[in-house]
């Protein structure tokens, strides 16, 4: 899912960029929510998946937004060398980077830490300190999975008291919260404050 297509006509006038890494589509909705919610507060915003945002220019916008989600406590190799490159201009300019887990849903001392620890090891390796970090819920995607993937996870879910009827999926996301992240980040924008 992207829609750089739609973006990439207004990237030279786009006061922020959204780049994600995606692996079964939920960080995809959650990028899309965040840039509609950008735009709602009068940000131009280019969204891309990050496999699209080879050419991004990061000095045209006053925003950098990267999102990503955690699979076996690592973010998509894709989004951390897309960033690893870009290290030195996303450092000189208001950042932010969000990360997409099941952990993030858990609401225990134990599973913040976990959640904190990937994302300090993502900003590590890339070398980047974004401005904000933020932890976002993600989703059971049963559906998406393949036959080995949904096995595992069902035993894992199990384990942690979770769902594991693999019929359908379960989204944990506080929507609202997502929609209030990409309001804030908006209104923060030195594109709207200066």
């Known amino acids: 899912m992207t829609e750089h297509t739609a973006a990439a006509d207004h990237a030279e006038d786009a006061d922020a960029l959204v780049v994600y890494a995606t692996t ?4 995809a909705k959650i990028a899309t929510r965040i840039a509609d919610a950008m735009r709602a507060e009068g940000l131009e915003v280019d969204l891309r998946d990050v496999g699209d945002a080879d050419d991004a220019q990061l000095t045209r916008y006053d925003l950098v937004v990267v999102g990503a989600s955690l699979h076996k406590q690592e973010h998509q190799k894709q989004i951390v060398a897309w ?8 450092s000189q300019m208001a ?15 134990e599973s913040h830490a976990a959640t904190q620890r990937c994302i300090d090891d993502f900003c590590a390796k890339t070398g980047w300190a974004p401005a904000r970090t933020e932890r976002i819920a993600g989703c059971l995607q049963y559906r998406e999975y393949d036959v080995f993937t949904r096995q595992l996870m069902r035993l894992l879910m199990k384990r942690m008291g979770h769902p594991t009827d693999a019929s359908h999926d379960y989204d944990y996301t506080d929507w609202d919260a997502v929609e209030r992240l990409g309001r804030e980040l908006a209104q923060a924008s030195p594109a709207l404050t200066s």
């Open 83 to 90: 960033v690893s490159a870009r290290r030195q201009a996303l």
């Open 95 to 109: 950042s932010v980077f969000f990360s997409v887990s099941l952990s993030a849903a858990e609401d225990t001392a």
């Open 24 to 27: 079964h589509g939920h960080t």
